[in-house]
């Protein structure tokens, strides 16, 4: 081959050479202009999930009252933490109570506590409680008070978890109160407002020792249950001790949650 076929040959090479290199840039170049559109994408939406996120805090306002008490400020992001209307929002009627004993298994993460309900003593409370628990309006919520010097009780009830919260409506008279104003180890009893025997909801609390609650001017608090089985459960909650929420309001150390209520 001559020289000059040579030189031809070799820049023919060269060029066909080059091409391939610009090609092979433009297709790099390609994939890093849809990579980096995928990743701005990303990050625009990870940047808006942390807007909701942080735009989304459903904690309630801090309304305290004797019963109905703020939430505990440990985690509760298991939970769902909005608020519920109980049986669309409606007392159910105290005749579903029909005036006779029910059982019932709270099933909480700390253990089970099993209970009797006095359908004939507190209809109303029962038959609320039950038709509650039958719609699972206390699944998945907290037990937002553990008060352990005075009384000795765990509130539960509030799906808020804020003790603010209730089924959309509110109930009374006042049911089957101890005149003596002794409240028993295992009793299950109605939390109410204070000086207001028309305000109960959905909000109860277990008494794990025994303990003199004074009544105010509205009378006691509606008992409609007891504990039969589970009593060393709300007592080892207890003896973990509290952790202070606010200056008058103390909540468990862990976080004790209702995961079901079976009723019949």
């Known amino acids: 081959m001559s020289s000059k076929r040579e030189r031809e040959y070799e820049r023919r090479r ?15 170049h390609r994939r890093n202009v849809v990579v980096g559109s995928i990743v701005g994408a990303a990050v625009v939406v990870a940047a808006i999930v942390v807007v909701v996120v942080v735009n989304s805090d459903t904690s309630p306002a801090a309304v305290p009252t004797s019963t109905a008490s703020p939430s505990s400020s440990s985690s509760a992001s298991a939970l769902d933490l909005s608020p519920r209307t109980g049986n669309g929002g409606v007392l159910p009627a105290a005749s579903l109570a029909e005036n006779r004993t029910w059982t ?5 993460n700390r253990g089970d506590i099993s209970v009797e309900l006095y359908g004939d003593k507190a209809p109303q409370a029962v038959a609320n409680f039950v038709e509650l628990a039958k719609e699972g309006y206390f699944d998945q ?14 509130q539960c009830g509030d799906p808020t978890a804020s003790g603010t919260g209730g089924p959309g409506y509110s109930w009374g008279p006042i049911e089957n ?19 207001n025997g028309s305000s109960m909801g959905s909000q109860f609390f277990f008494v794990y020792a025994d303990s003199q609650i004074p009544s105010d001017s509205a009378g006691g608090y509606t008992v409609f249950g007891k504990v039969t089985s589970g009593l060393d459960v709300l007592q080892a909650i207890a003896d973990e001790g509290t952790q202070q929420v606010t200056p008058d309001l103390t909540a468990p150390v862990s976080d004790v949650i209702i995961e079901g209520v079976k009723t019949q």
Request: with cysteine; hydrophobic share 35%.
């Open 104 to 108: 019932g298994t709270v099933s909480t």
């Open 177 to 195: 109160a101890p005149a003596d104003g002794q409240y028993p180890a295992g009793t299950l009893a109605m939390a109410r407002q204070a000086e």
């Open 141 to 154: 919520t907290k037990c937002h008070r553990l008060v352990t010097t005075g009384i000795h009780v765990l």
């Open 14 to 28: 060269l060029e066909q050479w080059q091409e391939r290199q610009a090609k092979a840039r433009a297709s790099r």
